[in-house]
């Protein structure tokens, strides 16, 4: 098994309804998001996907400088985030799993393993 990763940055702003506490009021973060493609076999010429493409694809469903409960119906948490970006990705590759970095010391994965 091949596995590569991609990774974006964006900033955005959203507020956690329901949480309490600070993260209910509007705040920001610049997001770090990375993509993980798996594959059994190569393509030609020996690669699962271009990394410049991958990497267009994702900054084209980024929602940069975005408030993101303006953007998504769902509470905009990086759980959230991280399952919407593997859907929206896995459109196009067959995505293993795709985290979410909120912070550099926070994330969320979503995966189907």
Known sequence: M???KVSRRFSAAHQIH???GKCEGVHGHNYRVEVEISAKK???PGMIADFIDVGKKLESILPDHKMLNQVYESNPT???LARRFYDEMQQFYPVTRVTVWETDD???T???D
Do not use: F, P, Q
């Open 18 to 20: 329901g949480m309490g």
């Open 78 to 80: 990086s759980e959230n």
């Open 42 to 44: 190569l393509k030609r």
């Open 110 to 112: 979503y995966s189907v």
């Open 2 to 4: 091949w596995t590569i």
């Open 106 to 108: 926070s994330c969320a």
